[in-house]
């Protein structure tokens, strides 16, 4: 269900949950530069079917003019939209909308992040300057290449598509050799946003493999 939230500087905004208020783990989602849509709440309903209590944040409210809970579609106009309101927010300010999202976590021991796209590179971000969060699983973060010296607070874990036309190799490559204890997965016949269903992106075994993957490494960040 959608819910409003308060931030820090008391900006209010739209976010979607799902899963059993007495999960002792939650997961954060950060979406793609296209807002809560129906996939990005997809894979908040599928993290509530595993038994998490699961919540994204519509952080594009924080636009001049809010049109809270954006939803936008892939057409080329969309990617615009997204594109122009993902360029007006800054990393620290999308914090303090993220961590907000953690906080509603309230009945959660533990509270993960995981984002795809733009969300894949504030996950990024996060595990660097947040302190709400015990693990990360970044998929095709572009940009991450800007922080790549970044410290990370918490473990993180990578997924990135061979043949990301936005993301080249030689990106990722320098990441993994910034941090070498950073877990970086690339699925060599993949391209951008491989897990997103129902799109000609998708890529059904990178995306079944990449998903296997982040939820092994979080069952390992919950003891």
């Given at each position: 269900?959608?819910?409003?939230?308060?931030?820090?500087?008391?900006?209010?905004?739209?976010a979607y949950?799902?899963?059993?208020d007495t999960a002792?783990?939650?997961?954060v989602v950060?979406?793609?530069i296209?807002g809560?849509?129906?996939?990005?709440?997809s894979?908040?309903?599928r993290?509530a079917a595993?038994?998490y209590r699961?919540?994204?944040p519509?952080?594009?409210d924080?636009?001049t003019t809010?049109?809270?809970?954006?939803q936008?579609?892939?057409?080329?106009?969309?990617?615009?939209?997204g594109?122009g309101?993902?360029k007006?927010?800054?990393?620290e300010t999308?914090?303090?909308?993220?961590?907000?999202?953690?906080?509603?976590?309230?009945?959660?021991?533990?509270?993960l992040l995981?984002?795809?796209?733009?969300?894949?590179?504030?996950?990024?971000?996060?595990?660097?300057l947040?302190?709400?969060?015990a693990a990360?699983?970044c998929?095709?973060?572009?940009g991450i290449?800007?922080?790549?010296?970044?410290?990370?607070?918490i473990p993180?874990?990578?997924h990135?598509?061979?043949?990301?036309?936005s993301?080249?190799?030689?990106?990722?490559e320098?990441?993994?050799?910034?941090?070498?204890?950073?877990?970086i997965h690339?699925?060599?016949e993949?391209?951008?946003?491989?897990?997103?269903?129902?799109?000609?992106?998708?890529?059904?075994?990178?995306a079944?493999?990449?998903w296997?993957?982040t939820l092994?490494f979080?069952?390992?960040?919950?003891?």
């Open positions: 269900m959608d819910i409003t939230l308060t931030s820090a500087d008391s900006h209010e905004f739209t949950i799902n899963g059993p002792r783990v939650g997961v950060l979406p793609e296209f809560i849509n129906a996939y990005i709440r894979v908040v309903d993290y595993l038994g699961a919540i994204c519509s952080l594009f924080r636009r809010p049109e809270h809970g954006v936008l579609g892939y057409r080329p106009e969309d990617v615009q939209r594109l309101y993902k007006s927010i800054a990393d999308a914090q303090l909308d993220i961590e907000a999202a953690a906080d509603a976590l309230k009945g959660q021991q533990v509270r995981t984002g795809y796209c733009w969300g894949g590179y504030l996950s990024w971000r996060m595990a660097c947040s302190s709400h969060f990360a699983s998929w095709h973060g572009g290449i800007k922080h790549c010296n970044d410290v990370a607070k993180v874990q990578m990135f598509g061979g043949q990301d036309g993301i080249p190799l030689s990106d990722v320098a990441i993994r050799a910034a941090q070498p204890n950073v877990q690339i699925y060599p993949a391209g951008h946003s491989f897990g997103r269903e129902a799109t000609p992106a998708y890529r059904p075994e990178a079944q493999l990449a296997d993957r092994t979080f069952q390992q960040q919950q003891s």
